[in-house]
Structure formats: C-alpha cells, structure tokens
Nanobody, 116 residues
Framework: QVQLVESGGGLVQPGGSLRLSCAAS????????MSWYRQAPGKERELVATITSVGGSTNYVDSVKGRFTISRDNVKKTVYLQMNSLKPEDTAVYLC?????????WGQGTQVTVSS
C-alpha cells in the first residue's frame, strides 16, 4: 500500500520560513521523480518544484525560484521543500507527488498559510 504523508505546514508571517516533508512508504522511492504541487482556493493545482530520481536535478516554477528548495533523502524515503521569504500568495494546500512513467501517487496535502 503506497502512502505519501506530508507534514510541516502551518501559519507563518510574511517573510518567514517553513520546511515541508513528505514521507513515502510502500514504494521503491529511489525510482520516482518527486514533486510538490500547491492549490489555492479557487485556483488550479500548480506544479511548484520537481526533483528527479537520478541525479537529483531540480526545477521550480518562476514564482518560487530563489526562495524554495526541493531536496530528497532516498534512505529516509522523504522529500523536502524548504520555503523561505514566504509571501501571502504562497498560501495554499501543498501536495506531494511521486511519479514513475505513467504512475502517480499523491499525498493528502498540508496547509500553508502566510499571513500577518
């Protein structure tokens, strides 16, 4: 049974930081490309960051470049999203995704709210 469990969300003031974690189980973690998506109320789901399975190359949506960092620990089967200099527009539910060829798995999401 595949499970992706996100944690680390919460309420933070503008300019603050959060570190999201996504722990995987039931999968051969190392072969999956891992991504973070986010979905704000009334908006479409947006791909935020991806890290490849081999080599660990990363990609980011333009709006988070220089502020967010995605990383993975294949031993712990966990992917992280370090979020710095948070802005109110970063407020959303953040979801973890694991992709291998045509197979996708999703976590339930963790709420991030940036507000003063």
């Amino acid at each position: 049974q595949v499970q992706l469990v996100e944690s680390g969300g919460g309420l933070v003031q503008p300019g603050g930081s959060l570190r999201l974690s996504c722990a995987a189980s039931g999968v051969t973690f190392g072969i999956y490309a891992m991504s973070w998506y986010r979905q704000a109320p009334g908006k479409e789901r947006e791909l935020v960051a991806t890290i490849t399975s081999v080599g660990g190359s990363t990609n980011y949506v333009d709006s988070v470049k220089g502020r967010f960092t995605i990383s993975r620990d294949n031993v712990k089967k966990t992917v992280y999203l370090q979020m710095n200099s948070l802005k109110p527009e970063d407020t959303a539910v953040y979801l973890c995704n694991a992709n291998y060829r045509r197979t996708d798995y999703w976590g339930q999401g963790t709420q991030v709210t940036v507000s003063s």
